[in-house]
């Protein structure tokens, strides 16, 4: 059981590591079934050891594989302590209802040092409701103040809650442009905040709400390119999308990576960052990916595999061309869509013989004909009758076509 301020928090026996008897950061299963934080083997077996510690079995292989499955169990849990004591912090603060108490507690945060209790009040008022958020947005100097406190502190916890307290209030703010000003005026000050909220935040809820200002403000095209030069920022997106990540995690990140992705220079950086590959992990990562994280990766993979480094890359991986054929008819018209136009584009447009190969192998040319017999827009059907001719001029599908059973088949459409 471990303390935490007045929260007692049971940690499970298997979230340790049985060398380090600490909650594990990156857990890893040996040969012999049993799990450990990855720091924790490296520095049994770099010791000379060839055997399990838990179990002293002689090691036919010192290879370890990473635990997913361990690694976000441990992360949910994590998360909802952290909620809790989150809450408990909240709760301390709703004696403050009225909104002249607000007003009074904005002078004296402006005057004192000891904010981080006082936003935890911001925060309890404007839960308790839409007309409390509105307040608080409208009320004279009180935004101006959060984008102050994002560009004078670097401690993770206050920032975490200037996050909560911006995330509360951001529909409530009206014109966003004004916003983008005043945090993209303050010498990347503000974008180093959120940055540092993505990368050390402890709260899933808090790094979503970083990546939510940070969409609301990308409006013009002057201000993507500010937020995609942020040092270490593309980066830092492509990393959570990883599947390893909470599913809002990876559905925030690809919305603010699509928000920002207009211009060749951000596409190529994405390609540089290896981002194909972190998309066709999503698009086979099967019940783990939910409808709309599917839709946004293929929206993505659409946007990167315009450039002709993004099609050179996705067509020398069979393996992510056969996962967009594989989600056509299965998810939903809008990936269909997406789907539909990414392989026009490899396999029609820029007649990649590597892509029209791995075409077939997916099925690919059944898939087209029952394409377009379904209820699907005029822009699919049009760009399926294209794929079409690629495989009626292509000797190897002349006669699947031929033989192909041309009976109606009804598809449900969605």
Partial sequence: MVRDVDLYVTVPSFFRCPISLDVMKSPVSLCTGVTYDRTSIERWLDSGNNTCPATMQVLNSKEFVP?????????????????????????AASSVVTREDIEVLVKEMRARKDKTDRLSKFICFAKESEENCEFLAKLDGFVEMLVGFLVGDKDINFLERVVKVFVLILNKVGDYRALRLLILKQNNDCLSALLAVLKRGRSVSSRIGALKIIEAITLDAE?????????????????????ENDPRLIEGSLSCLIAISMSKRVKTNLINFKVIAELRKLLTGGQKASVSIIEKALKLLEMVTSLREGRAEFCSDTAC?????????KVSSEATEHA?????????????GDAQDALVKSNGLTKILLLMQSNCSPVVRQM???LLKIFRVNSKFSSCLSSYDTKTTHIMPF
């Fill in 67 to 91: 635990n997913r499955t361990l690694q976000r169990l441990i992360k949910i849990w994590s998360d909802s302590v952290q909620t809790q004591k989150d809450n408990r912090v909240d709760s």
């Fill in 223 to 243: 201000s993507k390119q500010i937020v995609s030069e942020k040092e270490g920022f593309l980066l830092e997106l492509v990393k959570l999308i990883s599947l």
């Fill in 321 to 329: 061309v056969e996962a967009v054929m594989n989600k056509v008819l």
């Fill in 340 to 352: 539909v136009m990414i392989l026009w584009s490899v396999c029609y447009l820029f007649r990649d």
């Fill in 384 to 386: 399926s009758g294209d």
